[in-house]
């Protein structure tokens, strides 16, 4: 291993992946509220984060797991559960009064279509405000789930499920 003054020892995260310091200080500097979009193996989380001197605080959120108890049957971790996260995170934050946000999809690539950019999609369509272009948000197709339905004989209902749980999630917004 290189020793030395002029020796720079990389930040643990940055050398784990998981974290882009450039890309955070603007994000932080900012002062705005993050919606923060992390998609697991199995879930996906969005998060209403603002940076504060002594961390970061969490103001609301919601996690795909939580879609069950609105009637959800599908998979919490395709496209359809993640619009439907973000929209479940938009009626959250609209009721505490927040209303605009910066998205901060951390290390995620950013491709046209992507899950990150469904959860960005359902919050944008309750009402928050989160600049954003419209040719990177995935087809309402796939926000339904019909691209699922189409593939699958026994998902066939998904859309008919997911107009359900958006009728559920509509009835929480104050």
Same mark, same amino acid.
């Given at each position: ?80 559960? =993640?619009? %439907?996260? #973000? ?9 505490? /009064? *927040?209303?605009?946000?910066?998205? !901060? ?12 950019? =469904?959860? %960005?999609? #359902? ?9 954003? /272009? *419209?040719?990177?948000?995935?087809? !309402? ?34």
């Amino acid at each position: 291993m290189a020793t030395g003054p002029r020796y720079f020892v990389p930040f643990r995260r940055r050398k784990e992946g998981r974290t882009n310091y450039h890309a955070r200080t603007k994000l932080v500097v900012s002062t705005s509220p993050r919606m923060v979009v992390r998609k697991t193996n199995r879930h996906v989380i969005c998060q209403l984060v603002r940076a504060e001197l002594i961390g970061d605080k969490t103001f609301a959120s919601a996690h795909s797991s939580e879609l069950r108890k609105y009637g959800y049957t599908g998979s919490l971790s395709s496209t359809p559960s =993640a619009y %439907l996260t #973000g929209m479940l995170f938009a009626v959250r934050c609209l009721n505490n /009064g *927040e209303g605009n946000a910066i998205l !901060d999809i951390g290390l995620h690539r950013a491709c046209q279509g992507a899950r990150v950019f =469904a959860a %960005l999609k #359902g919050a944008a369509e309750i009402g928050m405000d989160i600049p954003h /272009g *419209e040719e990177i948000l995935p087809s !309402d197709e796939r926000c339904m789930g019909q691209h699922i339905a189409d593939y699958d004989d026994k998902m066939s209902d998904l859309p008919e499920n997911v107009k359900v749980v958006i009728d559920a999630i509509r009835k929480e917004l104050n």
